[in-house]
């Protein structure tokens, strides 16, 4: 009932619907979970993720609940880049099919000026969408994040080739590509 009161937009029979179900199965990690979406809707983030805390110990191998749950942690509200990356980390360790979590991890490592171990998540993010045939902006980003790190380190030839790769799509990211490889050549 939770989620039709959701979908009706009735905030208060939604989260009574859930509270409900909580009493009735305290073991259901869904209505723990329903009731944290409904207070990160409502930007009440310490609620939302205390439910989120629950439903992922009921439910440890369900990849997005620790996603949700990084989610919150990281926003402008709260700020816990480290909570929000422990959460991101169980999340890929959990089969995260929607490739949420690699993406993240990356992006909050780069953030906290850790190269390496951003590098290391772009790879794996790319060696996903590879496989999966996805291209768009996730994947040029993490093209251009790997091409400039590389080549701030020295590995001019791994650079090129992440560069060679950008030629192929259109925007700021080519220039970027293009002026790259032209200081990959003078040095």
Not at 86 to 101: F, H, M, V, W
Request: overall charge negative.
């Amino acid at each position: 009932m939770g989620h039709e009161f959701v979908e009706l937009k009735n905030t208060p029979a939604a989260i009574d619907a859930y509270r409900r179900a909580v009493d009735i199965n305290p073991r259901d990690y869904r209505a723990w979970y329903g009731l944290g979406q409904i207070y990160e809707m409502m930007g009440m983030l310490f609620y939302a993720v205390y439910y989120f805390r629950k439903s992922s110990y009921l439910q440890p191998n369900d990849a997005r609940l620790w996603n949700a749950m990084a989610q919150c942690y990281e926003s402008d509200q709260l700020q816990m880049i480290e909570e929000a990356i422990k959460c991101y980390e169980r999340s890929a360790n959990n089969n995260d099919t929607e490739g949420i979590a690699l993406h993240q991890l990356a992006k909050l490592h780069g953030m906290l000026g850790q190269s390496e171990e951003a590098a290391f998540y772009y790879k794996k993010d790319l060696e996903r969408m590879e496989v999966e045939e996805r291209q768009g902006q996730n994947f040029v980003e993490a093209l251009l994040f790997l091409a400039k790190h590389c080549k701030s380190i020295g590995r001019f030839e791994e650079a090129e080739h992440y560069c060679t790769r950008l030629l192929d799509y259109t925007g700021p990211e080519r220039e970027t590509a293009k002026s790259i490889l032209q200081g990959l050549k003078r040095a």
